[in-house]
């Protein structure tokens, strides 16, 4: 099992920035790669970004790129999503999620956080 615990979330105005976390415990957390999703309400949950298991490769959705990053800490066992000039179509709950592939496909990610709110106000 690895557990998985999101934080950084809140609300914020239109052009701000998050910079979100996620934080691992249980197996080995260079073992997987990590993704960030997102749900508005209503919506399903679309993929954001990926990060590889040695942190060296990224993917992020088109919807957000040139906006958001996504980078690692193998030493603190953590996953940021760094988010700027945040849209009000950003709103969403945000989840990390830990998979054995490097993939965009949200049923391959076997462990997932809870997730954290992240409200833009326009």
């Known amino acids: 099992q690895v557990q998985l615990v999101e934080s950084g979330g809140g609300l914020v105005q239109t052009g701000d920035s998050l910079r979100l976390s996620c934080t691992a415990s249980?197996?080995?957390?260079?073992?997987?790669?990590m993704g960030w999703f997102r749900q508005a309400p209503g919506k399903e949950r679309t993929f954001v970004a990926v990060?590889?298991?040695?942190?060296?490769?990224?993917y992020v959705a088109a919807s957000v790129k040139g906006r958001f990053a996504i980078s690692r800490d193998t030493a603190k066992n953590t996953v940021y999503l760094q988010m700027n000039s945040l849209k009000p179509e950003d709103t969403a709950a945000y989840y990390c999620?830990?998979?054995?592939?490097?993939?965009?496909?949200?049923?391959?990610?076997?462990?997932w956080g809870q997730g954290t709110q992240v409200t833009v106000s326009s």
């Open positions: 249980g197996r080995t957390f260079s073992n997987y790669a």
């Open positions: 990060i590889n298991r040695d942190g060296d490769t990224t």
């Open positions: 999620a830990a998979a054995v592939r490097y993939t965009v496909r949200p049923s391959a990610y076997d462990f």
